[in-house]
Structures are given as C-alpha cells and as structure tokens.
C-alpha cells in the first residue's frame, strides 16, 4: 500500500468513527471495483432500487451492475413528461435501496450534499428503506463551511457545463450566488445525524469520484 492510500484508509478510520456517532455505518475500501462488488452483494436480489443521479456511482459501474443485476430498478432517467418524473419519484421515496453520493463529507462524518429539484436530498433525509452512498475521498473537507465551497466552486461548475445551464459558474468556472432561472444550487442540507439506525450507509472510496 503507498503512503497515499494508508493516509487515506486512517482519514477514512476517523470519519467512520464519526460517522458510528452519528448513527449512521461507514465502509473504506481502496478501489471503486471493490466498493461496488460489496455493495452488490449487500443488495438483496429482487429489491426495489433507485438512484440520485451521481456521476460518482456512474464512474464506478455501480449502476451498470444494478442494471444487470436480478433487481427492479426505478429509473427517473426513464420520464418522458413531467408527470411520469412525479409518478417515478412517488415510486421511489418507497424504495427498498436509494443509491447516491456526497457532494462533500466532513471528517466528522457530516453530510454535505446541494440539490436542485430537492429529490435527491429529500430521499435521503426521508423516504427508502435503506441509502446507500458512495463517495470519493475526493470529497473530504474539514468543516461545513469548506465543505458548501467546494460544492459550489469545484462541484457546480463542471456540472452546469456537463448539463448545458445557463449559468455564470459555466462561464467562469467558480459560483457567483447566483438566482438564475437555471440554478441548481437551490437546496443545501447538512446531514449531521440519522434518525434511523442502519438506515444510511457510507462507502467511502479511496480514489477520485465525481465532481
């Protein structure tokens, strides 16, 4: 193991820590494919799964092994219209299993995370049985405050571009505040603690996911 990745499995031990304070359950492992195989195999076959859109869990194949995987995947990707988004979202906040990242984690095992519609944040303060997240050690900050930064600095603006918004950080690559019709910067939610023990898993991953 480098140095690199023995710092990080000791950051990952500390957050974990802190995440079991907050009664939430921490996981590391090294690589993404590792993380994505033990999360597979904590997934019952059969049940019903959604996903918050995450480039993280995209990038680790994650999705492409729910997909091919023996489970019922609600996809909101699949919406044509308005109503269907609804319908599908009404289906998903009764989920066995909701799949997601972190837009950022504090080393004392709070939860960042900045979203647009509100569905992603509101599933994982509400709604399935279980979430699971995964997240690149990437992500780490040191407080909340660093943590909302760098969510609206290094995390918005690759993606304003990556969905073609409207928006200044697109243009100059850093958050202006904006109130723009094209936000997505429109829900910030700190997790500080879960109500639901066992409910919300944390994998941590000892390699760059996301933005």
């Known amino acids: 193991m480098s140095h690199k990745l023995t710092a990080l499995s000791k950051q990952a031990e500390v957050i974990i820590k802190n995440l079991e304070k907050r009664n939430m359950e921490g996981f590391y492992f090294e690589t993404a494919a590792e993380c994505t195989r033990a999360i597979l195999d904590s997934i019952p076959e ?3 799964v959604s996903w918050g859109g995450s480039e993280s869990i995209k990038e680790a194949g994650l999705m492409d092994g729910i997909k091919n995987g023996k489970y019922e995947l609600i996809d909101r990707s699949a919406a044509k219209t308005p109503e269907e988004s609804r319908q599908i979202y009404a289906r998903t906040v009764l989920a066995d299993y909701y799949l997601m ?4 984690i504090t080393l004392e095992g709070e939860l960042i995370n900045i979203d647009g519609n509100g569905n992603r944040v509101a599933c994982l303060i509400q709604g399935p049985s279980h979430v699971i997240l995964m997240v690149g050690m990437n992500k780490v900050v040191t407080d909340i405050e660093s943590g909302v930064a760098r969510v609206r600095n290094m995390a918005s603006p690759p993606n304003a571009i990556r969905l073609n918004r409207n928006l200044p950080c697109a243009a100059t690559g850093t958050c202006h505040s904006c ?3 094209d936000c997505f910067c ?4 700190v997790t500080r603690r879960s109500g639901h023990t066992g409910r919300i898993q944390v994998y941590l991953v000892g390699e760059s996911l996301g933005y």
Do not use: C, H
């Open 46 to 48: 059969g049940s019903v």
């Open 101 to 104: 990242s972190s837009n950022a």
């Open 179 to 181: 109130l723009a019709p």
């Open 186 to 189: 429109n829900q910030i939610v």
